[in-house]
Protein backbone atom coordinates (compact mmCIF):
# COMPACT_ATOMS: atom_id res chain seq x y z
CA UNK A 1 0.00 0.00 0.00
CA UNK A 2 0.56 3.51 -0.52
CA UNK A 3 2.32 5.10 2.26
CA UNK A 4 3.15 9.20 3.08
CA UNK A 5 7.04 10.31 1.04
CA UNK A 6 9.15 12.84 2.38
CA UNK A 7 12.08 14.40 0.38
CA UNK A 8 14.96 14.28 0.76
CA UNK A 9 14.98 11.81 4.00
CA UNK A 10 18.76 13.35 4.91
CA UNK A 11 19.34 17.16 4.29
CA UNK A 12 22.76 19.25 5.72
CA UNK A 13 22.48 22.69 5.74
CA UNK A 14 24.43 25.57 7.13
CA UNK A 15 23.41 28.48 9.36
CA UNK A 16 21.12 30.63 7.72
CA UNK A 17 20.59 28.83 4.41
CA UNK A 18 16.66 27.47 3.35
CA UNK A 19 15.66 24.47 3.21
CA UNK A 20 12.90 22.87 1.84
CA UNK A 21 11.53 19.64 2.63
CA UNK A 22 8.58 18.18 0.71
CA UNK A 23 5.44 15.78 1.69
CA UNK A 24 3.56 13.34 -0.52
CA UNK A 25 0.08 12.14 1.24
CA UNK A 26 -1.41 9.20 0.73
CA UNK A 27 -3.56 8.88 -2.09
CA UNK A 28 -7.53 10.48 -1.56
CA UNK A 29 -5.92 11.97 1.78
CA UNK A 30 -6.55 15.96 1.59
CA UNK A 31 -5.25 16.55 4.97
CA UNK A 32 -1.47 17.36 5.65
CA UNK A 33 0.56 17.54 9.24
CA UNK A 34 3.70 18.83 10.14
CA UNK A 35 5.51 17.53 12.87
CA UNK A 36 9.08 18.50 14.36
CA UNK A 37 11.19 16.04 16.47
CA UNK A 38 14.20 17.45 18.12
CA UNK A 39 17.01 15.03 19.34
CA UNK A 40 15.46 13.14 22.31
CA UNK A 41 12.36 14.85 22.01
CA UNK A 42 8.76 13.83 21.70
CA UNK A 43 7.06 15.19 18.03
CA UNK A 44 5.79 18.74 18.23
CA UNK A 45 2.81 19.85 15.46
CA UNK A 46 3.83 22.80 13.64
CA UNK A 47 0.94 23.70 10.98
CA UNK A 48 -1.46 21.56 8.94
CA UNK A 49 -3.39 22.15 5.74
CA UNK A 50 -6.62 20.74 4.34
CA UNK A 51 -7.98 21.24 1.33
CA UNK A 52 -5.04 23.56 0.43
CA UNK A 53 -5.74 25.97 3.24
CA UNK A 54 -4.29 26.00 6.25
CA UNK A 55 -5.98 24.42 8.97
CA UNK A 56 -4.23 24.65 12.20
CA UNK A 57 -0.88 25.92 13.16
CA UNK A 58 1.33 25.05 16.47
CA UNK A 59 4.59 26.17 17.48
CA UNK A 60 5.79 26.90 14.33
CA UNK A 61 8.55 29.72 13.91
CA UNK A 62 8.04 32.65 11.67
CA UNK A 63 11.06 31.87 9.87
CA UNK A 64 9.04 28.61 8.17
CA UNK A 65 6.34 28.69 6.28
CA UNK A 66 3.87 26.01 4.52
CA UNK A 67 1.34 25.56 1.49
CA UNK A 68 -0.13 22.70 0.26
CA UNK A 69 -0.49 22.29 -3.68
CA UNK A 70 -3.69 21.28 -5.51
CA UNK A 71 -2.23 18.43 -5.98
CA UNK A 72 -2.38 17.62 -1.94
CA UNK A 73 1.22 17.48 -1.66
CA UNK A 74 3.08 19.95 0.52
CA UNK A 75 6.27 21.97 1.38
CA UNK A 76 8.28 23.22 4.58
CA UNK A 77 9.98 25.78 3.85
CA UNK A 78 12.28 26.67 6.38
CA UNK A 79 14.58 29.94 5.86
CA UNK A 80 17.37 31.49 8.12
CA UNK A 81 18.03 28.10 9.23
CA UNK A 82 20.12 27.93 13.04
CA UNK A 83 20.96 25.33 15.13
CA UNK A 84 18.17 24.33 17.05
CA UNK A 85 16.65 23.61 13.60
CA UNK A 86 18.11 20.31 13.67
CA UNK A 87 15.58 17.63 13.97
CA UNK A 88 13.65 15.04 12.26
CA UNK A 89 10.69 16.72 10.25
CA UNK A 90 7.66 14.49 10.05
CA UNK A 91 4.72 14.64 7.73
CA UNK A 92 1.29 13.03 8.50
CA UNK A 93 -1.27 12.74 6.22
CA UNK A 94 -5.51 11.84 6.50
CA UNK A 95 -8.79 11.61 5.35
CA UNK A 96 -10.58 14.94 6.75
CA UNK A 97 -10.58 15.28 10.15
CA UNK A 98 -13.57 13.65 11.81
CA UNK A 99 -14.26 10.45 13.42
CA UNK A 100 -12.50 7.27 13.12
CA UNK A 101 -10.15 9.26 11.43
CA UNK A 102 -6.12 8.56 12.02
CA UNK A 103 -3.28 10.08 10.42
CA UNK A 104 -0.10 7.90 8.77
CA UNK A 105 3.19 9.25 9.35
CA UNK A 106 6.02 9.55 6.71
CA UNK A 107 9.60 8.14 7.57
CA UNK A 108 10.85 11.84 8.18
CA UNK A 109 13.27 14.26 6.58
CA UNK A 110 16.29 14.41 8.98
CA UNK A 111 17.80 17.93 9.17
CA UNK A 112 21.34 19.04 10.20
CA UNK A 113 22.30 22.83 10.46
CA UNK A 114 25.61 22.78 10.33
CA UNK B 1 -5.18 22.45 26.11
CA UNK B 2 -4.82 18.76 26.01
CA UNK B 3 -1.91 16.68 27.70
CA UNK B 4 -0.02 13.25 27.92
CA UNK B 5 2.02 12.19 30.33
CA UNK B 6 4.23 9.37 30.03
CA UNK B 7 5.42 8.38 33.76
CA UNK B 8 8.98 5.98 32.36
CA UNK B 9 11.65 7.81 30.48
CA UNK B 10 13.32 3.97 30.36
CA UNK B 11 11.90 0.50 30.78
CA UNK B 12 13.65 -2.78 30.82
CA UNK B 13 13.04 -6.05 30.27
CA UNK B 14 13.67 -9.48 29.76
CA UNK B 15 12.78 -10.98 26.32
CA UNK B 16 9.71 -13.13 26.96
CA UNK B 17 8.52 -11.12 30.19
CA UNK B 18 5.38 -9.42 29.86
CA UNK B 19 5.34 -5.55 29.78
CA UNK B 20 3.34 -2.47 30.87
CA UNK B 21 4.15 0.84 29.76
CA UNK B 22 1.82 4.04 31.32
CA UNK B 23 0.23 6.80 29.67
CA UNK B 24 -1.76 9.19 31.39
CA UNK B 25 -3.63 11.83 29.55
CA UNK B 26 -5.50 15.24 30.38
CA UNK B 27 -8.33 16.17 27.94
CA UNK B 28 -11.69 17.98 28.55
CA UNK B 29 -13.71 15.63 26.05
CA UNK B 30 -13.48 12.25 24.94
CA UNK B 31 -10.02 11.64 24.02
CA UNK B 32 -8.80 9.56 20.66
CA UNK B 33 -5.93 8.10 21.80
CA UNK B 34 -2.85 6.71 20.24
CA UNK B 35 0.12 4.79 20.36
CA UNK B 36 2.92 4.96 18.02
CA UNK B 37 6.32 3.27 18.29
CA UNK B 38 9.59 4.21 16.67
CA UNK B 39 12.98 2.75 15.66
CA UNK B 40 16.31 4.97 15.88
CA UNK B 41 15.90 7.48 13.07
CA UNK B 42 12.68 5.74 11.92
CA UNK B 43 9.44 7.09 10.99
CA UNK B 44 6.19 6.76 13.82
CA UNK B 45 4.24 3.16 13.55
CA UNK B 46 0.61 3.21 14.85
CA UNK B 47 0.28 0.12 17.17
CA UNK B 48 -2.88 0.84 17.96
CA UNK B 49 -5.86 3.02 19.19
CA UNK B 50 -8.67 4.26 20.60
CA UNK B 51 -11.52 6.00 19.37
CA UNK B 52 -15.09 4.74 20.95
CA UNK B 53 -16.38 1.32 22.29
CA UNK B 54 -14.84 -1.52 23.63
CA UNK B 55 -12.54 -0.19 26.12
CA UNK B 56 -9.80 -3.07 25.71
CA UNK B 57 -8.26 -2.31 22.06
CA UNK B 58 -5.80 -4.57 20.34
CA UNK B 59 -2.99 -3.55 17.87
CA UNK B 60 -0.42 -5.21 15.71
CA UNK B 61 2.45 -6.60 16.99
CA UNK B 62 0.84 -8.32 19.60
CA UNK B 63 -0.01 -5.15 22.02
CA UNK B 64 -2.78 -4.05 23.18
CA UNK B 65 -4.26 -1.06 25.27
CA UNK B 66 -7.08 -0.25 27.63
CA UNK B 67 -8.74 2.49 28.39
CA UNK B 68 -9.71 3.83 31.84
CA UNK B 69 -11.71 6.76 31.91
CA UNK B 70 -11.90 6.81 35.71
CA UNK B 71 -7.79 6.83 35.62
CA UNK B 72 -7.66 8.99 32.70
CA UNK B 73 -5.36 6.21 31.36
CA UNK B 74 -4.15 4.68 28.16
CA UNK B 75 -1.37 1.61 29.32
CA UNK B 76 -0.04 -0.15 26.63
CA UNK B 77 0.62 -4.08 27.62
CA UNK B 78 2.45 -6.86 26.26
CA UNK B 79 2.56 -10.65 27.52
CA UNK B 80 5.69 -11.15 26.23
CA UNK B 81 8.03 -9.17 24.56
CA UNK B 82 10.68 -9.97 21.75
CA UNK B 83 13.95 -8.49 21.29
CA UNK B 84 12.50 -6.67 18.06
CA UNK B 85 10.20 -4.84 20.48
CA UNK B 86 12.80 -2.70 21.35
CA UNK B 87 11.80 0.48 20.59
CA UNK B 88 10.94 3.94 21.87
CA UNK B 89 6.71 4.44 22.50
CA UNK B 90 5.34 7.47 22.31
CA UNK B 91 1.44 7.79 23.74
CA UNK B 92 -0.29 10.39 21.83
CA UNK B 93 -4.21 12.54 22.08
CA UNK B 94 -5.38 14.32 19.30
CA UNK B 95 -8.06 16.93 20.43
CA UNK B 96 -10.70 16.23 18.46
CA UNK B 97 -12.58 13.41 16.19
CA UNK B 98 -9.59 11.74 15.09
CA UNK B 99 -6.76 12.64 12.47
CA UNK B 100 -6.55 16.18 14.03
CA UNK B 101 -3.42 17.18 15.65
CA UNK B 102 -1.91 15.09 17.62
CA UNK B 103 0.11 16.03 21.12
CA UNK B 104 2.50 13.71 22.30
CA UNK B 105 3.86 12.48 25.54
CA UNK B 106 7.40 12.45 25.88
CA UNK B 107 8.18 8.73 24.88
CA UNK B 108 9.15 5.76 26.89
CA UNK B 109 12.53 3.97 25.61
CA UNK B 110 12.03 0.13 25.81
CA UNK B 111 15.35 -1.49 26.24
CA UNK B 112 14.94 -5.74 26.05
CA UNK B 113 17.55 -8.10 27.78
CA UNK B 114 18.24 -11.17 26.03
Keep these: AAGVIQSPRHLIKEKRETATLKCYPIPRHDTVYWYQQGPGQDP ?11 SDKGSI ?18 SSLELGDSALYFCASSFP ?8 FGQGTRLTVV | A ?7 IHITV ?21 WYVQSPGQGLQLLLKYFSGDTLV ?7 AEFKRSQSSFNLRKPSVHWSDAAEYFCAVSDTGGGNKLTFGTGTQLKVEL
Design chain 2, 14 to 34: SEGASLELRCNYSYGATPYLF
Design chain 1, 61 to 78: PDRFSAQQFSDYHSELNM
Design chain 1, 44 to 54: QFLISFYEKMQ
Design chain 2, 2 to 8: QSVTQPD
Design chain 2, 58 to 64: QGIKGFE
Design chain 1, 97 to 104: PGLNTEAF
